[in-house]
């Protein structure tokens, strides 16, 4: 697509319960990162993956926090048993990847989670 | 030390005036530089990649100084839509790891 998509714009859950978070990275990026921005915070990294290598989840805050990439292309962040303080904007970005990172990181336009 | 590191501001300028914001970088690896902008509950944007040599886009201009480890924006003839937030990011590129790095961001808000 010409951007990355993101699903659901908006999600409210309960706490307890399960949630999947969908990113649809541009074409041809092989780079895709999952970021989390809390109200009035900057971005907290969470995860990376790059082409079919093993991802990077350093940034994974706790086990309930889980992610991949299907086909090198779609992505699901999933959060099990769902806590207040996941609410939060999570963030979506894909790039070229590698070196060549003069486009920089393209953003999708995020998921407001709502744990109520 | 944070790894990246900006001015929260707010920043509080008239239309027309020149303001400056600086970014310091801890990574001494890093590779890739970049100025994003960030409306309000909306996502990051890319606003201009910082080269070695400097680089200007209209009415901005970005600097990168390795040997201090900062980068800087300077935004000429401020308008009232360049009201938002600016986010550092760095990138070590190198290592393996090209996980970006972003900073918490500088406030500007610009007045009539």
């Known amino acids: 697509g010409a951007g990355v998509s993101q699903s659901p714009s908006n999600k409210v859950t309960e706490k307890g319960k399960d949630v999947e978070l969908r990113c649809d990275p541009i074409?041809?990026?092989?780079?895709l990162y999952w970021y989390r921005q809390s109200l009035g915070q900057g971005l907290e990294f969470l995860i990376y993956f790059q082409g079919n290598s093993a991802p990077d989840k350093s940034g994974l805050p706790s086990d309930r926090f889980s992610a991949e990439r299907t086909g090198g292309s779609v992505s699901t962040l999933t959060i099990q048993r769902t806590q207040q303080e996941d609410s939060a904007v999570y963030l979506c970005a894909s790039s070229y990847g590698g070196q060549h990172l003069g486009g920089g990181y393209t953003f999708g336009s995020g998921t407001r989670l709502t744990v109520v | 030390r944070k790894e990246v590191e900006q001015d929260p501001g707010p920043f509080n300028v008239p239309e027309g005036a020149t303001v400056a914001f600086n970014c310091t970088y801890s990574?001494?690896?890093?590779?890739?530089f970049f100025w994003y902008r960030q409306d309000c509950r909306k996502e990051p944007k890319l606003l201009m990649s910082v080269y070695s040599s400097g680089n200007e886009d209209g009415r901005f201009t970005a600097q990168l100084n390795r040997a201090s480890q900062y980068i800087s924006l300077l935004i000429r003839d401020s308008k009232l839509s360049d009201s938002a937030t600016y986010l550092c990011v760095v990138s070590p590129t190198s290592g393996g790891s090209y996980i970006p790095t972003f900073g918490r961001g500088t406030s500007l808000i610009v007045h009539p």
């Open positions: 074409s041809g990026h092989t780079a």
């Open positions: 990574n001494s690896a890093s590779q890739s």
